[in-house]
């Protein structure tokens, strides 16, 4: 089925240790996003590409960096886990014309660090 | 900037009753408006949205939103609910020009009791 597929699903890293998470999307989508989901807090912005080459801070980029790999695939990188890294992260596309189509979001990934 | 405020972090309703989830936003241009729906371990879905025209916006499962502008409340409502509609519920905008990106509230988690 068409959509965002991210893996892994889970993970658990030790404190210091790093990890990429990875995110596809298969329909075509210009922008993608990563969001961070933790209680009570909502989902927060940590970085976003509006197109294939370009990418930029949202509102919680701190201790993570990310790569747009190819118009399909942008991955988000922990150098070094702390465990206020500890959160359920979503990758979401969307079209240009975003107010049509909206995001479409992947599962999750849910991350402890330790 | 944009940002949505849910007053409300948890509501039980019995099932069959009505329930309204509040959600009130800010802005210093013209939005765009979203309700998601998150299921126990799952992503995101995009329940209904308010670009422009009508101020009444139905979406899926029986749920409808209504837009206020003067209010700045896009409040969601459903006139009986179900032991289905158990989830968490996002409101979120954007701007409705340039800046694509969505700005969520905090969520509200909708408990059904039987």
């Known amino acids: 089925n068409a959509g965002v597929t991210q893996t892994p699903k889970f993970q658990v890293l030790k404190t210091g240790q790093s990890m990429t998470l990875q995110c596809a999307q298969d329909?075509?989508?210009?922008?993608m996003y990563w969001y961070r989901q933790d209680p009570g807090m909502g989902l927060r912005l940590i970085y976003y590409?509006?197109?294939?080459?370009?990418?930029d801070k949202g509102e919680v980029p701190n201790g993570y960096n990310v790569s747009r790999l190819n118009k399909r695939e942008f991955s988000l990188r922990l150098e070094s886990a702390a465990p206020s890294q500890t959160s359920v992260y979503f990758c979401?596309?969307?079209?240009?014309?975003?107010?049509?189509?909206?995001?479409?979001f992947g599962s999750g990934t849910r991350l402890t660090v330790v | 900037a944009q940002s949505v405020t849910q007053l409300d972090s948890q509501v039980p309703v019995f099932e069959e009753a009505p329930v309204e989830l509040r959600c009130n936003y800010s802005?210093?241009?013209?939005?765009?408006l979203f309700w998601y729906v998150q299921y126990p371990n799952q992503g995101l879905q995009l329940l209904l949205k308010?670009?422009?025209?009508?101020?009444l916006v139905k979406g899926i499962n029986g749920f409808e939103a209504e837009f206020n502008k003067s209010q700045t409340s896009f409040h969601l409502r459903k006139p009986s609910v179900h032991i289905s509609d158990t989830a968490e519920y996002f409101c979120?905008?954007?701007?409705?020009?340039?800046?694509?990106?969505?700005?969520f509230g905090t969520g509200t988690r909708l408990t059904i009791i039987p």
């Open positions: 979401a596309s969307s079209e240009i014309g975003l107010p049509t189509y909206g995001y479409t």
């Open positions: 329909m075509n989508h210009n922008s």
């Open positions: 590409s509006a197109s294939e080459g370009t990418t």
């Open positions: 802005s210093s241009v013209s939005v765009y």
């Open positions: 308010y670009l422009s025209g009508s101020t």
């Open positions: 979120a905008v954007s701007e409705s020009v340039g800046n694509e990106k969505l700005t």
